[in-house]
C-alpha cells in the first residue's frame, strides 16, 4: 500500500515540473537556511560544555554597591576563593586566575648566543594549580596535577610553542615573561592543546599563581584587590541558590574589609557566562543572548514560509486535481486513503528537499563562517540530527495536512460535472498566508534596516576626540623607559610625517588602565564614594587626541606637583556633585579604595568616548605619568609605507631586540562593533533569503492564477481591454495583500527592535520612514515578482487565450 503511495507520488512530481521544482527548490532554501541558523545557535549554546565538571562549576559575581551605582564584576579580592572554600563545605575546589591584559607582556626564549627568540604575548593568566584540576583543558605534555604547583613555573599552548621553540621540546626550558611584575623566568612545565573557541575564557600562557604572590604577597589574601576571576567547583547534588543564601552572613563576617560600599555575591554557572553575563574583568567579550534568540526566530520564520509556499501551491493546485480525486473516489478510494497518499507526496517533497538542503547547507558553510566569524560545521548538529529529522517529519505532515484535507473532500459527483470550478477551496487561507509570508518578510527587512542604521550611527557619530591618522605602538616595559621614551621621540617628531607624539596607560578602545571604589571629594560623605576609572597620561595626550577644556589646565612638565594632580572629564565633575566645571577646579579628592590618597583637580575635561556607544560614558580620573603602555603617533598617512619604515627603523635603533607591534586605532576602536556588524550582516543575509522564498511562493502562485484566467484576459482583451486594464487586474490583490502586511508588521518589527535597542547607551530612534522604506521594498519586489507573469498574461495574442483548455 505504502509502496503504491509513493509510486504514485513520485509520478505526480515528475509529471509536473514546475510545480515540484519550485516547491522542492522553496523548501530546500528554507530547510538550509534553518541549518545553517541552528548550527550557529548550536555554537553558541556549546561554550565550555567539553568540561567534565562543567554542570558543577561557578564563577563568583562581585556587585559592589554604591549610594548610586550598581557595579558588577567578574573580577573578585583574591581572599574570596580560601574563604570561600574554608567556611563552605558545599565548595569542593577553588581557583583564581589575574590576568595581564592591562600590561603589556613579552616572552622571549634564547635559543642560542646569537638567537633571542621574543614577542609582544598577549592572553597571559596566573592561574591556581586547581584551575587545571577543575577545567578539561586537555594537556598534551605534563602533568595537569603539577604543571602549576610550584612558582615560576608555566605552561603554554601548542601554537605557542610553535612559535617560540620550533621543533624542539619546550619542556623544562627557560621563558623569560615581562609584565608589569618585573620579569620573571619561568620553566615550562607543559603543553595545551589550543584553547576552543567555544570556550569563555581563552589563554596562550598559564603562569603558576605562586609566580604572582612572590612578586605581589596581596595576591594571596587580601580583600581590597577586585581583579581576579574566581571559580569553584560545588559538591554534585548542591543547591547553588542555599549556598548564595549564606553569602550575606560571610560578606557581614569580613566587613571591616569593606566599609565603602556594600557588597554581594553571585553564582554564574560556567555554561551560562558566554550568553548572559557582560560584567568588568571578562575574560573575552561575551556573545549576546538576545541575538541568539532573534536568529532561532527568524530560523523558524523562514521554514514555516517555506512549509507556506508548499500549502498555497498545493490548494491552489486543487482544481487541476480535482478530476483525479473524483475518479479515484468513485472507484471506491476512501478519503483516509486519499489523505495518506498526498501526506505520501508531501513527505517526499520534503526528503528530497531536506537532502538537497544537507548540500546547499554543506556548501555555504565556509562562506557563512567567514560572515559569522565562528568555526561552524554540520557535525555541531551530531546530537541533534533526531530533533531535526523530527522537525522535518513535523512540517512534512503539517504541511501537507491541510492540501490533503482539501483535495479528499472533494464531492465526486460535483468534480466530474465541473461544477468545481465555480469556487476555489482554501482561497482565504492562501489570502492569509501570503499575507503572513510577507509580514514575517517586511519584519525582517524593517529590522535589518534599524541594524544598519545603528551600526552607521555608531561609526560615524564624534567621538568628542580625534582618532583619524593615529598609530598607536605597544611600549617595551624595560628599566630606564624615560630616557629612552625621550631618544624614540625626539627622533621620530623629526620626521615631516609626525605631527605628535603621546604616552598614555591605554587608549581609546581599550580597557580603562584602572578603576578603584570609595573615591570621593575629600569633605563628603564615606558612603558617597563611588567607582571611579583611571587613566594615566602624558602633557601631549589631550593635545594629540584633540580633547577640549572646559575649565584649568593641561598637565605640563613646568610644574613638579602635577604628578600629584589629576584631570577629570564631565562625567566625574557630575557624579561628585562638583557642579559646573570651573567649579571643579581646585578641589581635593580622596582615592578611598587605593590607600587614602588625595589628589587635588586642575582641569576638567568634555568628556569623550573611550569606549564604543554601546557603554554609557564613566567617570574618569587622568593621572600625570611619563611613562604607559602606549605611543600614539598622528602621522601624515599619504606615503604610508615609508612613513611606516622610518618609524620601525627609529624603533629598532631606539628599543634593540623589543618587538615593534603597532596598530591603526580607528580599526581597533571599530572593532569592538565587529560582534554587532556580524549580526547585521548576518541579519541582512537571512532577511533576504527571506523574501527570496516569499517571492519563490508568490512567483509559482500567480503563474497558477494567470493559467488558471487565460481565457478570461483573452475575452478582456477582445472587448478592449488595455494591457495596463490586465496588469491592474492581475496585481491588484497581491498589492492589497502586501499593503495589508504592512500594518501589521510595522507594529511587530518596533516592539522587537525598541528592546533590541536597549543594548545601546547611545542609539538611534526609530522613525516611521523605516518602515515605510520596508514595506516599499516588499512591495516592490512582490511586484517584480507578480507583474512578469502578469505582463506576459497580458501581452499575449487573445486568440490564443480563447483556444486555451
Not at 207 to 226: C, F, M, P, Q, V
Not at 263 to 270: S, T
Not at 560 to 566: A, F, K, P, V, Y
Request: proline letters at 3%; glycine letters at 6%.
Amino acid at each position: 500500500m505504502f509502496r503504491s503511495y509513493f509510486k504514485i507520488a513520485f509520478r505526480n512530481l515528475t509529471k509536473n515540473k514546475t510545480f515540484s521544482l519550485i516547491n522542492i527548490v522553496g523548501l530546500a532554501v528554507g530547510m538550509a537556511v534553518f541549518l545553517l541558523i541552528i548550527q550557529y545557535v548550536a555554537f553558541e549554546l556549546s561554550y565550555d560544555s567539553f568540561h567534565e565538571n562543567a554542570d558543577n562549576i561557578y564563577r563568583v559575581r562581585n556587585d559592589r554597591i554604591y549610594a548610586d551605582k550598581h557595579d558588577k564584576s567578574a573580577g573578585c579580592p583574591p581572599a574570596l576563593g580560601p574563604t570561600l572554600k574554608q567556611e563552605f563545605p558545599e565548595v569542593l575546589e577553588f581557583a583564581r586566575l589575574h590576568g595581564t591584559r592591562y600590561m603589556n607582556n613579552t616572552a622571549t626564549y634564547i635559543a642560542g648566543q646569537d638567537r633571542v627568540i621574543t614577542h609582544n604575548q598577549e592572553k597571559i593568566y596566573y592561574a591556581e594549580a586547581s584551575f587545571l584540576r577543575m577545567f578539561s583543558f586537555p594537556m598534551l605534555k605534563g602533568s595537569a596535577e603539577l604543571a602549576l604547583e610550584e612558582p615560576f613555573t608555566v605552561i603554554i599552548s601548542e601554537s605557542s610553542a610553535r612559535k617560540y621553540f620550533g621543533n624542539v621540546d619546550p619542556l623544562n626550558k627557560i621563558i623569560t615573561i615581562t609584565n608589569g611584575y618585573g620579569s620573571q623566568d619561568c620553566t615550562v612545565t607543559g603543553i595545551f592543546k589550543d584553547i576552543p573557541e567555544n570556550s569563555h575564557i581563552k589563554f596562550e600562557f598559564l603562569i603558576s599563581y605562586k609566580t604572582l604572590i612572590s612578586r605581589h604577597t596581596d595576591a594571596e589574601y587580601y580583600w581590597g584587590w577586585n581583579a581576579f576571576n574566581t571559580y569553584i567547583l560545588l559538591a554534585k547534588n548542591t543547591n547553588p541558590g542555599s549556598l548564595e543564601k549564606k553569602f550575606p552572613e560571610l560578606i557581614e563576617k569580613y566587613k571591616n574589609y569593606n566599609k565603602d560600599y556594600k557588597r554581594a555575591y553571585i553564582l554564574q554557572p560556567l555554561q551560562h557566562i558566554h550568553l548572559h553575563s557582560k560584567l568588568r574583568f571578562e575574560p573575552e567579550v561575551n556573545g549576546d543572548t538576545k541575538s541568539v534568540h532573534f536568529l532561532i526566530i527568524i530560523a523558524v520564520f523562514i521554514i514555516i514560509l517555506a512549509w507556506i509556499n508548499y500549502i498555497n501551491l498545493s490548494t491552489s493546485r486543487s482544481v487541476m486535481r480535482a478530476k483525479e480525486v473524483g475518479v479515484r473516489k468513485v472507484l471506491g478510494s476512501h478519503r483516509t486513503q486519499l489523505v495518506k497518499q498526498f501526506i505520501a507526496e508531501s513527505l517526499m517533497l520534503n526528503i528530497i528537499a531536506f537532502i538537497l538542503a544537507i548540500m546547499l547547507a554543506e556548501f555555504a558553510s565556509p562562506y557563512f563562517n567567514e560572515l559569522t566569524g565562528k568555526p561552524l560545521t554540520l557535525s555541531l548538529l551530531k546530537d541533534s540530527w533526531t530533533v531535526m529529522a523530527s522537525v522535518i517529519l513535523i512540517g512534512a505532515f503539517t504541511s501537507g495536512f491541510y492540501p490533503a484535507f482539501v483535495l479528499s473532500s472533494f464531492n465526486p459527483i460535483s468534480v466530474l460535472k465541473e461544477k468545481l470550478y465555480r469556487h476555489s477551496k482554501g482561497l482565504n487561507l492562501r489570502k492569509g498566508l501570503v499575507v503572513f509570508q510577507f509580514t514575517v518578510s517586511i519584519i525582517i527587512i524593517a529590522t535589518s534596516l534599524i541594524v544598519y542604521r545603528q551600526l552607521a550611527f555608531m561609526l560615524n557619530t564624534d567621538l568628542g576626540m580625534n582618532i583619524d591618522q593615529t598609530l598607536v605602538i605597544k611600549a617595551p616595559q624595560i628599566n630606564g623607559f624615560d630616557s629612552y621614551k625621550s631618544r624614540f621621540k625626539n627622533a621620530l617628531l623629526s620626521l615631516i610625517t609626525i605631527k605628535n607624539i603621546a604616552t598614555s596607560s591605554t587608549v581609546p578602545g581599550k580597557d580603562y588602565s584602572n578603576a578603584s571604589s570609595g573615591i570621593r571629594p575629600l569633605h563628603s560623605q564615606p558612603e558617597d564614594g563611588t567607582q571611579c576609572f583611571f587613566i594615566d597620561v602624558d602633557e601631549e595626550y589631550f593635545k594629540l587626541y584633540q580633547v577640549q577644556f572646559l575649565a584649568g589646565r593641561n598637565f605640563s612638565k613646568d610644574f613638579s606637583t602635577d604628578n600629584e594632580n589629576i584631570i577629570l572629564n564631565e562625567e566625574a565633575v557630575k557624579v561628585f556633585g562638583l557642579g559646573e566645571p570651573e567649579n571643579a577646579l581646585n578641589q581635593q579628592i580622596l582615592f578611598g579604595g587605593l590607600g587614602g590618597q588625595i589628589r587635588r583637580t586642575i582641569g576638567i575635561i568634555k568628556n569623550y568616548h573611550h569606549e564604543s556607544l554601546k557603554s554609557n560614558i564613566q567617570p574618569v580620573i587622568f593621572n600625570f605619568t611619563n611613562g604607559g603602555r602606549y605611543f600614539s603617533l598622528k602621522i601624515d598617512t599619504r606615503n604610508i609605507k615609508q612613513t611606516m619604515a622610518q618609524i620601525k627603523n627609529t624603533w629598532e635603533e631606539v628599543f634593540t631586540a623589543q618587538p615593534f607591534d603597532y596598530f591603526f586605532l580607528d580599526e581597533i576602536f571599530n572593532t569592538q562593533y565587529k560582534a554587532d556588524q556580524q549580526f547585521g550582516k548576518v541579519f541582512a543575509l537571512f532577511a533576504f533569503l527571506a523574501i527570496g522564498v516569499s517571492c519563490l511562493g508568490l512567483f509559482g502562485l500567480t503563474s497558477y492564477t494567470t493559467s488558471r484566467r487565460t481565457k478570461e484576459i483573452g475575452i478582456r482583451k477582445v472587448v478592449g481591454a488595455t494591457v495596463p486594464n490586465i496588469l491592474t487586474m492581475l496585481t491588484k490583490d497581491f498589492i492589497k495583500w502586501v499593503i495589508l502586511a504592512n500594518f501589521i508588521a510595522w507594529p511587530a518589527a518596533y516592539f522587537t527592535m525598541n528592546r533590541w535597542l536597549q543594548n545601546f547607551a547611545y542609539r538611534i530612534d526609530i522613525s516611521l520612514w523605516m518602515f515605510v522604506l520596508a514595506g516599499g521594498i516588499a512591495l516592490i519586489i512582490a511586484l517584480l515578482t507578480v507583474s512578469w507573469q502578469a505582463i506576459r498574461a497580458a501581452m499575449a495574442n487573445p486568440v490564443e487565450a480563447l483556444r486555451y483548455e
